[in-house]
C-alpha cells in the first residue's frame, strides 16, 4: 500500500483558525416597473434597496444633497435612510403620490421621456446584523459593464417572470455584492462587534418569534445577565428586549411591504401576543400605526 497522508492535511492544512464574517444576502423583492408619478416626502424602510432607472427625470433628495437617476448611475440606501423622491416637473405641495404598473414586453424605454414617465428597477434586500446598522446615506455608483450586464439579464427576468429562479437570485445577489463591494469604508459602522453578541444576535434572528429572556441570551454567553445586558447595549446601542421588539416591528414592516398578509397573520408570525399588542408596539417604535405605514405603500 502507497504512502498516505493525514485527514487533517486532505481537509486543512493549516492549523490556523480563521473566522469569517457572515453575509446572508436575504432577498425581499425585484421588480422593474415604469412610474407616472413618485412623489414621496419620507422613504425611510427598515432594509437595504438598491434603484436604477435608465430614463432620467427622477430625482431623490437626502439631507439637502440632489440625487438624479440615470442610465450611468445605480443607486445603494442603507436601511433607515430617509429621503424624499420626486418625479414631476412642478410639485408645489405636500401631498404623496406613487402611480405605476409593471414593466412589460412591449414597452419600450425610448418611449418614456416623451409620456414624462421612468423605468425603475428596485431592489430590496438585508445583510443581517451587524450589516445592517450601516450609516444612512445615499451612496451613487458609476455603472460599469459587469455591472450593465448584471443590470440588462435582471430587468429582462422581471419582465419574463424569472427572477424568483436560482440563476436569477444568484445574479440579483451577484449585483448587490458587486454594489456592496464599492461602498467607502464610511458607509459601515464603526467598531468590531464582540463574537459573544454575535452569538446573541444569531439566535436572536432565529427565535425572536418566541419570548426570549435576558438569562436565556446571557447564558449563551456564559456570562451573568447583568454584566452581558451591559454589554449587549454596549455593543448594540440599546437593551436586549428594546432591540428583540424593534427586530419584531422590522419584520413586520418587510411583510407589509412584501406580502398581502393580514394584520392578524402578521402580528402571529413576527410573535406579539395579539393584533392590539401588534399596533401598540409598531407605533411605538415606528410613531405610527400599521394601517397608517400600509396606506403609503404602493412602490417602494
Keep these: 500500500m502507497g504512502k498516505r497522508i493525514s485527514e487533517q492535511l486532505k481537509h486543512d492544512p493549516s492549523d490556523a483558525q480563521q473566522h469569517f464574517k457572515e453575509v446572508n444576502i436575504r432577498l425581499f423583492c425585484?421588480?422593474?416597473?415604469?412610474?407616472?408619478?413618485?412623489?414621496?416626502?419620507?422613504?425611510?424602510?427598515?432594509?437595504?434597496?438598491?434603484?436604477?432607472?435608465?430614463?432620467s427625470g427622477s430625482?431623490?433628495?437626502?439631507?439637502?444633497?440632489?440625487?438624479?437617476?440615470?442610465?450611468?448611475?445605480?443607486?445603494?440606501?442603507?436601511?433607515?435612510?430617509?429621503?424624499?423622491?420626486?418625479?414631476?416637473?412642478?410639485?408645489?405641495?405636500?401631498?404623496?403620490?406613487?402611480?405605476?404598473?409593471?414593466?412589460?414586453?412591449?414597452?419600450?424605454?425610448?418611449?418614456?421621456?416623451?409620456?414624462?414617465?421612468?423605468?425603475?428597477?428596485?431592489?430590496?434586500?438585508?445583510?443581517g446584523y451587524p450589516l445592517d446598522l450601516a450609516n444612512t446615506g445615499i451612496i451613487q455608483l458609476r455603472i460599469n459593464d459587469t455591472t450593465r450586464a448584471l443590470l440588462d439579464s435582471i430587468k429582462h427576468a422581471c419582465i419574463e417572470d424569472r427572477i424568483t429562479s436560482y440563476q436569477e437570485c444568484l445574479r440579483t445577489k451577484m449585483l448587490v455584492s458587486n454594489?456592496?463591494?464599492?461602498?467607502?469604508?464610511?458607509?459601515?459602522?464603526?467598531?468590531?462587534t464582540d463574537h459573544r453578541i454575535l452569538k446573541a444576535i444569531k439566535y436572536i434572528e432565529q427565535h425572536f418569534q418566541a419570548g426570549i429572556s435576558n438569562e436565556e441570551l446571557a447564558g449563551l454567553a456564559n456570562m451573568a445577565t447583568n454584566s452581558f445586558a451591559r454589554l449587549f447595549k454596549s455593543c448594540t446601542g440599546m437593551p436586549m428586549q428594546q432591540y428583540i421588539l424593534r427586530l419584531k416591528v422590522q419584520s413586520a414592516c418587510n411583510l407589509l411591504h412584501h406580502t398581502q398578509k393580514s394584520f392578524d397573520e402578521i402580528s402571529f408570525e413576527c410573535g406579539f401576543s395579539d393584533r392590539h399588542h401588534f399596533s401598540k408596539i409598531f407605533k411605538k417604535v415606528l410613531k405610527m400605526n400599521p394601517s397608517s405605514y400600509k396606506r403609503q405603500l404602493a412602490l417602494s
Excluded at 425611510?44 to 436604477?52: A, E, K, N
Aim: with cysteine; aromatic share 12%.
Design 30 to 55: 425585484c421588480r422593474y416597473w415604469i412610474l407616472d408619478e413618485w412623489e414621496c416626502n419620507d422613504l425611510s424602510v427598515p432594509f437595504w434597496r438598491i434603484y436604477h432607472n435608465a430614463v
Design 179 to 192: 454594489c456592496l463591494m464599492q461602498l467607502p469604508e464610511s458607509a459601515w459602522a464603526s467598531g468590531n
Design 59 to 127: 430625482t431623490i433628495t437626502y439631507s439637502g444633497q440632489r440625487f438624479e437617476l440615470n442610465e450611468n448611475v445605480i443607486l445603494i440606501i442603507p436601511p433607515n435612510t430617509a429621503f424624499a423622491s420626486r418625479l414631476k416637473q412642478r410639485h408645489h405641495n405636500e401631498d404623496e403620490s406613487i402611480k405605476g404598473r409593471k414593466f412589460r414586453a412591449d414597452d419600450d424605454t425610448a418611449r418614456l421621456q416623451a409620456m414624462h414617465q421612468v423605468d425603475h428597477l428596485f431592489i430590496h434586500f438585508s445583510l
